[in-house]
């Protein structure tokens, strides 16, 4: 079965620094689409970037990308001058075999001022 | 365009009773998926409809079913409520056939007492 770990539950980054957000994923799909989605207190799941598994190159969106290492199965986020904004709960997903997402456990992130 | 609506956004509802959720999906958007969201289980997936045919289902009891519309809009029905199917129920739309990006909805809040 698929799986997605994320092996830290909370992280804390000051404000304007960067943070690196950890998942890896198990899959037997060569063909495959990975993702990190944003929660912030009011619950609404935002897309924050996606990462083809064919393409070698990094995602890119702003101040978030990623860290896409297909043969350790690694796929981390950073956010570079982190906002308070930023604060929320961050879910690495691993888009399945058959179209439905697998989500980690997910990783709490707070911001300090 | 206006993002993935989902009515209602709070329900209580008593053990044995039924309650149906409804999504809307991004305008042009054909898939339209439903989650289970949980402090213990966290994100899990209960089933995908693809053009008004469920194309792919979690492993959910069958007291959990879905179905949608020909314009794309779909519900999700819970028969014989129990007290653990209080949790956020969240609606992802997509695009295309394999299309794994899915944008996601607000959220229904279930509450069963």
């Known amino acids: 079965a698929q799986t997605v770990t994320q092996s830290q539950p909370e992280m804390s980054v000051q404000e304007a620094e960067t943070v690196t957000l950890s998942c890896t994923y198990d899959t037997s799909e060569s063909d495959y689409y990975l993702f990190w989605y944003k929660q912030p207190p009011s619950r609404q799941m935002i897309l924050v970037i996606r990462?083809?598994?064919?393409?070698?190159q990094n995602a890119t969106e702003n101040r978030f990308s990623v860290n896409f290492q297909k043969a350790a199965k690694s796929f981390s986020l950073k956010i570079s001058d982190s906002q308070l904004g930023d604060a929320a709960m961050y879910f690495c997903a691993d888009g399945g075999s058959q179209g439905n997402l697998i989500f980690g456990k997910g990783t709490k992130l707070s911001v300090k001022p | 365009k206006a993002g993935v609506t989902q009515t209602p956004r709070y329900l209580i509802k008593t053990r044995g009773q039924q309650v149906t959720l409804s999504c809307s999906p991004i305008?042009?958007?054909?898939?339209v998926s439903w989650y289970q969201q949980t402090p213990g289980q966290g994100l899990q997936f209960l089933f995908e409809y693809f053009s008004e045919t469920q194309r792919n289902k979690g492993n959910f009891p069958g007291r959990f079913s879905g179905r949608q519309f020909s314009n794309s809009r779909s519900e999700m029905n819970v028969s014989t409520l129990e007290l653990g199917d209080s949790a956020l129920y969240l609606c992802a739309s997509s695009s295309g056939f394999f299309s794994y990006e899915q944008y996601f909805g607000p959220g229904t809040r279930l509450t069963v007492t």
């Open positions: 305008s042009g958007h054909r898939s």
């Open positions: 990462q083809e598994a064919y393409k070698q």
